[in-house]
């Protein structure tokens, strides 16, 4: 949601101080959304729940849901690839197409946002849902993200017609640059470039 981000668990993390509570009685997605649109950083909501996965359920219920599939890749040296959207770092990503199978959808959209070949698809490493207004209509985008890989290091060619004005390669040592100008939702991804920091050769 904007700058901030709506955490269901079922106890109480230990680092309970990074979070602002919301009580499941009274939780309006709408009003929420509203006050996430201060630009600032915010720090992230927290919802206790018994059945977090019944209750994100009944909370994304009343939204359309948007498909979208995009791209963790890697080069042959183990970098990862990141492209520089509207101020902000971001991963390759994009609507999936009427008819179109979602990991098909992420290679295609990687390959056009980037203008590289990807040489390797591998498993869906996370799902993540991002609330948005589209056409003064909120709406939930449902990304599908999978590893891929690429051989040695291409040049990359970014699709300025998208609004991408960058797209970097960038090794483990370079997160840092992407966590100060980021959205959480990546923040929440970038452990799994740790994870998995080895390149296709």
Same mark, same amino acid.
């Not at 709408?30 to 994100?56: G, S, V």
């Not at 939930?140 to 991408?164: C, F, H, R």
């Given at each position: 949601?904007?700058?901030?981000?709506?955490?269901?668990?079922?106890?109480?993390?230990?680092?309970?101080?990074?979070?602002?509570?919301?009580?499941?009685?009274?939780?309006?997605?709408?009003?929420?959304?509203?006050?996430?649109?201060?630009?600032?950083?915010?720090?992230?909501?927290?919802?206790?729940?018994?059945?977090?996965?019944?209750?994100?359920?009944?909370?994304?219920?009343?939204?359309?849901?948007?498909?979208? @599939?995009?791209?963790?890749?890697?080069?042959?040296?183990?970098?990862?690839?990141?492209?520089?959207?509207?101020?902000?770092?971001?991963?390759?990503?994009?609507? *999936?197409?009427?008819?179109?199978? *979602?990991?098909? @959808?992420? *290679?295609?959209?990687?390959?056009?946002?980037?203008?590289?070949?990807?040489?390797?698809?591998?498993?869906?490493? @996370?799902?993540?849902?991002?609330?948005?207004?589209?056409?003064?209509?909120?709406?939930?985008?449902?990304?599908?993200?999978?590893?891929?890989? *690429?051989?040695?290091?291409?040049?990359?060619?970014?699709?300025?017609?998208?609004?991408?004005?960058?797209? @970097?390669?960038?090794?483990?040592?370079?997160?840092?640059?992407?966590?100060?100008?980021?959205?959480?939702?990546?923040?929440?991804?970038?452990?799994?470039?740790?994870?998995?920091?080895?390149?296709?050769?």
């Amino acid at each position: 949601m904007n700058q901030s981000a709506l955490h269901i668990a079922d106890i109480e993390p230990k680092n309970r101080d990074k979070y602002q509570s919301i009580d499941y009685e009274e939780i309006d997605i709408n009003k929420l959304f509203k006050r996430t649109k201060d630009k600032k950083a915010q720090r992230p909501f927290l919802l206790i729940a018994k059945d977090p996965e019944a209750t994100f359920k009944r909370l994304k219920r009343p939204f359309k849901i948007i498909k979208a @599939a995009g791209g963790i890749v890697k080069n042959g040296k183990g970098e990862h690839l990141f492209i520089y959207r509207l101020g902000y770092w971001d991963l390759p990503k994009g609507k *999936v197409d009427d008819g179109e199978k *979602v990991d098909a @959808a992420a *290679v295609r959209e990687v390959e056009e946002e980037c203008g590289i070949e990807v040489h390797y698809r591998g498993i869906c490493l @996370a799902t993540t849902y991002h609330l948005y207004t589209l056409k003064g209509e909120l709406v939930i985008k449902k990304t599908k993200w999978y590893d891929m890989g *690429v051989n040695k290091s291409p040049k990359l060619t970014p699709q300025l017609a998208e609004d991408i004005t960058k797209a @970097a390669w960038m090794g483990l040592d370079d997160l840092d640059k992407v966590r100060k100008k980021t959205y959480p939702l990546i923040l929440d991804l970038l452990p799994l470039l740790e994870r998995y920091p080895k390149g296709q050769d």
